[in-house]
T-cell receptor, first 114, second 114 residues
Framework: GAVVSQHPSRVICKSGTSVKIECRSL??????MFWYRQFPKQSLMLMAT?????????EQGVEKDKFLINHASLTLSTLTVTSAHPEDSSFYIC??????????FGPGTRLTVT | GESVGLHLPTLSVQEGDNSIINCAYS??????FIWYKQESGKGPQFIID?????DKRQGQRVTVLLNKTVKHLSLQIAATQPGDSAVYFC?????????????FGAGTRLAVHP
């Protein structure tokens, strides 16, 4: 089946710094990638949708200048959390969709901002 | 706004019993629904899906039922095993242009006791 990886799996950063999370589709080309955020004991909340080669579409309430998304190729999307603060600590999950539209989820990245 | 909700936040069952997890959705125009299983610290794992032109779909030990009249979705797990312990999310794909957006429900934690 389709495999999606994320790197890093865990990251700790200091408040005010930026951190980049990578999402890769390993065995298929992803025309669309999605980024979700999940707080403890809560559901997945869609942050943004990115299509290869175009600007990401952000959900209402998500700051595009704080959460920078780049989808430079059909197998890689990156999420950069800029000027991170403790309230940005969360579990970030990406998914990738091929031409069928079915989403395949990555294993998630645990971000802790100290 | 659009939302997908669950009736039960937690469900405890005995090993070997059948489990039923319920979900209510709000967008009557949604045409595709998915159940995901999420284990602690991992990304969601696809279980089963159903399109709106069906009212039942069966997989291995799992059955999804869709009642469009009352906008209700359920996941039935037969002969529940300890390995089924996880949080289960339903997700809804409302009509949208350009990409297959998913709206996740709140989740139900399934605890299987020996």
């Amino acid at each position: 089946g389709a495999v999606v990886s994320q790197h890093p799996s865990r990251v700790i950063c200091k408040s005010g710094t930026s951190v980049k999370i990578e999402c890769r589709s390993l065995d298929f080309q992803a025309t669309t990638m999605f980024w979700y955020r999940q707080f403890p004991k809560q559901s997945l909340m869609l942050m943004a949708t990115s299509n290869e080669g175009s600007k990401a579409t952000y959900e209402q309430g998500v700051e595009k200048d704080k959460f920078l998304i780049n989808h430079a190729s059909l197998t890689l999307s990156t999420l950069t959390v800029t000027s991170a603060h403790p309230e940005d600590s969360s579990f970030y999950i990406c998914s990738a969709a091929g031409t069928s539209g079915e989403q395949y989820f990555g294993p998630g990245t645990r971000l802790t901002v100290t | 706004g659009e939302s997908v909700g669950l009736h039960l936040p937690t469900l405890s069952v005995q090993e070997g019993d059948n489990s039923i997890i319920n979900c209510a959705y709000s967008n009557s125009a949604s045409d595709y629904f998915i159940w995901y299983k999420q284990e602690s610290g991992k990304g969601p794992q696809f279980i089963i899906d159903i399109r709106s032109n069906m009212d039942k779909r069966q997989g291995q030990r799992v059955t999804v039922l869709l009642n469009k009249t009352v906008k209700h979705l359920s996941l039935q797990i037969a002969a529940t095993q300890p390995g089924d312990s996880a949080v289960y999310f339903c997700a809804e794909n409302p009509p949208s242009g350009g990409y297959n957006k998913l709206i996740f429900g709140a989740g139900t934690r399934l605890a299987v006791h020996p």
